[in-house]
T-cell receptor
Framework: AQKITQTQPGMFVQEKEAVTLDCTYD???????LFWYKQPSSGEMIFLIY??????QNATEGRYSLNFQKARKSANLVISASQLGDSAMYFC?????????????FGTGTLLAVQP | EAGVVQSPRYKIIEKKQPVAFWCNPI?????LYWYRQNLGQGPELLIR????????DSQLPKDRFSAERLKGVDSTLKIQPAELGDSAVYLC?????????FGEGSWLTVV
């Protein structure tokens, strides 16, 4: 069975500081993808970054980077130089590419608050 | 390029009434998803379409929920009759390849 675990219900960070949001996963699929989404209070689920299980390098998208440690089954999101607009709910998600498991499952989310 | 479009954005209905949500995916995306997100939780898949075919509807409560995707483009999710526990955000998403993009969601309140 697939599972995503986010152990931090909430996080505080000072503006301009970096923050790491934790995510661990469990899957039996040999091939899978890991995603991070941002959900502000408006409700829209905004795609941030993607990491494939066979990608050799950690994914980066602007201020977002994904610290992928396959052996530990972790896919932490690092946000550099936090901004006030980064305050939102962040979800880690996984998609297995094994036929029946080809769907996106989510963790319970981490609420990030950026303080001025 | 337009994103995933959903309507209505907000809906308040009395229990036992019907409700329908509409989704227009990103052009060219053959995979469409409906997710339900309860307050304080992550989204959970209700149904996944590959073109017109529903390939995963195992989580859809079929006694009251129905969905269709005619012509493999737009999709409609219906609840009839609605119950108090159906209050949630209903998210539509589409994909072509690895990345899955979501719409803004339809917020349903059943009173």
């Amino acid at each position: 069975a697939q599972k995503i675990t986010q152990t931090q219900p909430g996080m505080f960070v000072q503006e301009k500081e970096a923050v790491t949001l934790d995510c661990t996963y469990d899957t039996s699929d040999p091939s899978y993808g890991l995603f991070w989404y941002k959900q502000p209070s408006s409700g829209e689920m905004i795609f941030l970054i993607y990491q494939g299980s066979y990608d050799q390098q950690n994914a980066t998208e602007g201020r977002y980077s994904l610290n992928f440690q396959k052996a530990r089954k972790s896919a932490n999101l690092v946000i550099s130089a936090s901004q006030l607009g980064d305050s939102a709910m962040y979800f880690c998600a996984m998609r297995g590419y094994g036929g029946a498991t080809n769907k996106l499952i989510f963790g319970t989310g981490t609420l990030l608050a950026v303080q001025p | 390029e337009a994103g995933v479009v959903q309507s209505p954005r907000y809906k308040i209905i009395e229990k036992k009434q019907p409700v329908a949500f509409w989704c227009n995916p990103i052009s060219g995306h053959n995979t469409l998803y409906w997710y339900r997100q309860n307050l304080g939780q992550g989204p959970e898949l209700l149904i996944r379409y590959e073109n017109e075919e529903a390939v995963d509807d195992s989580q859809l409560p079929k006694d009251r929920f129905s969905a269709e995707r005619l012509k493999g483009v737009d999709s409609t999710l219906k609840i009839q009759p609605a119950e108090l526990g159906d209050s949630a955000v209903y998210l539509c998403a589409s994909s072509f390849g690895n990345t899955i993009y979501f719409g803004e969601g339809s917020w349903l309140t059943v009173v």
